[in-house]
């Protein structure tokens, strides 16, 4: 039956690797570094073994690792690859370059501090700092999250022709190892159907990409390039009820838990959903409306979803773990963008917690909601121990 | 929920130990997240892995502020583990030579010594003293089960299987009696 799956004990990087063995790519180019690295391990691990049969590249950077995905995906090949913070800034330029070529790529980063100081805690400023980049944004909160995700992210890729990047926090995901339901083979097929792109280079054809143009063609084709990357919006809804009909695992763009009669929403990304959650249940037992919105995907940002969750509702705190200098929370900012000029909108608190991977725990979170519930909002985000 | 720190310096299995353990609660049919986290990637460098054990899915994703039991690889760490992770409750298991009454001096804590290297040479394992510690841990605690922990070491030892499951049983009578009297 499609729907079988076999429970494992895995951290969030096996969980990936076993996501993209299932989604059977067929080149991965990929660069080494922490705490990436055990994806790559088990990802090598399964092609010496023979159950992975795609070409694994190795080459001497990720700006070559990127080079490479591009290339490869623009032949009509499935391509994944992997990477962390300082890997992901140096395929910066070429982020830009895969979402203009449209190539469909899916890349796993992990979430870490980016340098100077050099450090390995879970922090988000590597990938959002790439958000203008023009490539679907996912963060996802477990192991669980991150296999169903990876394979989703395939699919959501190849049907709107953008690359898709999947993002999981340093150890609390990365390296976090519990059980996860595997999927079967024959599941995952049934998902996600065989790969083909209608313009790939062929040297049967006379055709390429990334040609000199004038100001109004480079001017449409970004405009292209927009609308394909908010087709994710319903990539995303139809991949998703998929995927609950084989697995019975439901996702959306933004996830809300338990918002109903809520006075307070905490907003937040990735890993510190789960410890927010176990704080709204506390305070919930003690008596307080407090509710919480998970943002899965944050690009295409999903201003109307994030709009219909938090319309009504009296204050919003939005915990950030990332830092953009001179600005503040990212998604602090991006959560007031979306919420302006709404009629009676709430009161958006930003609050930077966990940023560096600074422990954010249950206790933490409801202490930061009972202590700025009734504070006047300040446009800056404000820095919390 | 159980929470477990698992604290050693690089190189010395404090990881290998938390991911065992895990694979043993899991194998008991608990909800486990183990994961550990350190400071650079080099020996010798302190490395904390983190162990939670519950009866219902765990959701949360953050460290260990107060541990309920702890295993040290290197008493050379103990105070500062201490006094960050510990409190009177805390069953703390340390890798010594030393008797529990060494360590009066870092305060009132509940301090049972195992000597993994001796134990560990006594049964053919050299410097390896993960097995060793893992059962005495498990002796100490009372959980989890003699019987799938051997099976998860008899698994997952890559060579030397009798000598790290001899050791392991070993450590593992020396602190039970601990915990019985505890109890």
Redesign the interface.
């Known amino acids: 039956m499609a729907g079988d799956s076999t429970p494992m004990l895995l951290s969030g990087n096996h969980a990936v690797a076993w996501g993209v063995r299932l989604a059977r790519p067929h080149v991965i180019p990929v660069y080494p570094i922490t705490p990436q690295t055990p994806i790559l391990e088990k990802i090598t691990e399964f092609h010496s073994a023979g159950e992975i049969t795609a070409e694994v590249i190795a080459p001497e950077s990720e700006h070559s690792a990127m080079s490479a995905c591009i290339t490869a995906s623009l032949t009509g090949s499935r391509v994944f690859t992997a990477t962390s913070s300082q890997g992901l800034l140096l395929m910066h330029e070429l982020l830009h370059y895969a979402a203009g070529a449209r190539a469909p790529i899916v890349m796993v980063n992990v979430n870490r501090t980016v340098a100077s100081p050099w450090a390995f805690w879970p922090d988000q400023t590597d990938s959002l700092s790439q958000r203008d980049t023009g490539w679907v944004q996912l963060y996802t909160e477990s192991p669980q999250e991150s296999i169903d995700t990876v394979i989703q992210a395939f699919r959501i890729a190849e049907e709107i022709g953008m690359p898709v990047m999947v993002n999981h926090d340093a150890f609390y995901v990365s390296h976090a190892m519990e059980s996860v339901e595997v999927p079967s083979q024959a599941c995952v097929n049934d998902f996600l159907p065989e790969y083909s792109i209608p313009n790939m280079l062929d040297p049967d054809r006379g055709q390429s990409f990334g040609a000199p143009v004038d100001q109004a063609t480079y001017n449409r084709v970004r405009r292209e390039m927009g609308e394909a990357l908010n087709n994710a919006f319903t990539a995303c809804d139809s991949a998703h009820s998929a995927w609950m009909e084989l697995t019975g695992r439901n996702y959306g763009v933004i996830e809300e838990y338990r918002t109903d009669g809520a006075e307070l929403v905490l907003v937040t990304l990735g890993s510190m959903a789960g410890t927010a959650r176990e704080a709204v249940d506390a305070l919930r037992e003690q008596g307080h409306s407090v509710g919480l919105v998970k943002v899965r995907l944050f690009r295409p940002f999903p201003n109307d979803q994030v709009i219909e969750a938090l319309k009504g509702i009296a204050n919003v705190i939005v915990l950030d773990r990332n830092y953009s200098p001179g600005l503040g929370g990212i998604l602090h900012q991006e959560i007031k963008a979306a919420l302006y000029g709404l009629q009676d909108g709430p009161k958006v608190h930003g609050l930077l917690a966990g940023v560096g991977g600074v422990n954010v725990t249950p206790a933490k979170i409801q202490e930061l909601v009972l202590r700025y519930a009734d504070n006047d909002p300040v446009v800056a985000s404000i820095w919390v121990e | 929920m159980l929470e477990i720190l698992i604290q050693g310096r690089g190189g010395q299995g404090a990881q290998t130990a938390g991911?065992l353990l895990?694979?043993t609660f899991?194998a008991e049919g608990k909800?486990?997240?183990?994961?550990?986290?350190?400071?650079?990637?080099r020996r010798g460098t302190p490395v904390n892995s983190f162990l939670l054990v519950d009866d219902k899915p765990?959701?949360?994703?953050?460290?260990i502020?107060r541990a309920g039991a702890i295993l040290c690889f290197d008493d050379s760490l103990l105070p500062g583990l201490l006094s960050q992770f510990a409190d009177r409750d805390t069953l703390v298991v340390v890798n010594s030579r030393r008797s529990p009454e060494a360590y009066e001096s870092l305060g009132d804590y509940k301090i049972i010594t195992i000597d993994g290297i001796g134990i560990a040479q006594k049964n053919g394992m050299g410097r390896i003293i993960n097995s060793a510690l893992l059962g005495a841990f498990a002796g100490a605690l009372g959980q989890p089960s003699m019987a799938k922990l051997k099976q998860v070491v008899e698994e997952t030892a890559p060579v030397k299987k009798p000598e790290n499951l001899a050791s392991c049983q070993e450590a593992y009578e020396l602190t039970q009696e601990v915990f019985e009297t505890r109890i």
């Open positions: 991911n895990a694979r899991f909800f486990v997240q183990t994961f550990a986290t350190y400071g650079g990637a765990i959701r949360r994703r953050c460290s502020e």
